[in-house]
């Protein structure tokens, strides 16, 4: 039975390892990212990863750097590297190792979305669909020859954390689809078009604060785009104020963009740069919890106010 070491970190590669298990494939080893420190008192956490394979008794591999360490893989003598959202890049003796190569499950639609953000982007972009890619890798980023793809819908009420369950799944089954027929040399990988590259690299801090000048479509784009992280921020009173859902107002406004144009029972309007407006209904004022909007205004935020702004200061 072919030797397979699979290779990825967080939990949008947990179902694709199960997968493997559960298709009673010969897995001799992970390899995933070290523990990181997390939460307020800085714990070193496993990735979730880690955490799936320990259940299985499968040694687990966390190199630094995989470049430095690739001989540790290539130790278990693998016949096929399968990875899923690993987060480094790998070299070319790990990529040159295994008979049948190292594959990678991609969620896009290459060669749309290379990178590390492609569920993020496919949302911020307001795209319809997305989809999974199985690839062969490359040393360049998510450039390699495609052997498969499936593809999903995206809903007008999908966010990060829906499409990311949605691609999981999807991931695992396209590999559990592709995998033999891959083994028995069944099936032929097609190259990419070049021209119609895009990329989705990883989100920073500075994009995650909304533009009140953007069209309304663009900032409830921006807001499930960023759901459940990292989160979308605006500015109230010169301090940041996490935004965790709003919704479209479908009417047209009077007002300057950035201004709170009505309070509601459950939340507050707020104009957008094309005069529609967003109704913020889920928020985190700083240095507070996560509370439903229309709580914020019936507490803490009673002294909010009709014609104030968010947005304008920094933080």
């Not at 995933?32 to 070193?44: E, Y």
């Not at 492609?118 to 690839?135: D, N």
């Not at 920073?204 to 499930?224: F, G, L, M, V």
């Not at 009077?254 to 913020?280: A, M, N």
Request: net charge negative; glycine share 8%; with cysteine.
């Amino acid at each position: 039975m072919e030797r397979i070491v699979f290779m990825g970190t967080p939990d949008f590669a947990v179902p694709v390892l199960q997968q493997l298990l559960s298709n009673q494939y010969n897995v001799v080893a992970v390899v995933t990212q070290p523990d990181r420190p997390k939460g307020r008192k800085r714990t070193f956490t496993p990735p979730p990863v880690k955490v799936e394979a320990e259940k299985h008794n499968i040694p687990v591999l966390q190199p630094e750097k995989i470049r430095k360490e690739y001989q540790d893989v290539l130790a278990y003598e693998p016949d096929l590297i399968v990875t899923a959202a690993f987060g480094q890049i790998l070299p070319k003796e790990l990529l040159d190792g295994p008979q049948y190569g190292c594959i990678n499950v991609h969620a896009s639609l290459l060669p749309e979305l290379r990178g590390g953000a492609p569920i993020h982007y496919a949302i911020l972009e307001g795209k319809k669909e997305t989809g999974i890619s199985i690839m062969y890798m490359v040393e360049a980023l998510d450039a390699g020859d495609v052997l498969s793809q499936s593809r999903v819908e995206i809903e007008e009420t999908d966010h990060v954390g829906t499409l990311h369950d949605k691609l999981a799944e999807s991931g695992s089954k396209l590999l559990s689809e592709t995998l033999p027929r891959l083994l028995n040399n069944e099936l032929a990988a097609t190259k990419q078009d070049e021209s119609q590259v895009t990329f989705a690299a990883n989100i920073k801090r500075e994009q995650e604060r909304i533009d009140w000048n953007q069209d309304a479509e663009t900032i409830y784009n921006h807001i499930r785009g960023m759901h459940p992280w990292p989160v979308a921020f605006t500015t109230y009173q010169n301090k940041p104020m996490k935004i965790w859902w709003g919704e479209k107002v479908n009417e047209t406004l009077s007002g300057k963009p950035g201004e709170i144009i009505r309070l509601e029972d459950d939340g507050f309007v707020v104009v957008s740069g094309d005069y529609r407006g967003i109704k913020l209904t889920d928020i985190q004022p700083s240095g507070k919890k996560r509370m439903a909007a229309g709580d914020f205004l019936r507490g803490a935020g009673q002294s909010l106010q009709v014609g104030e702004m968010v947005g304008e200061a920094d933080e």
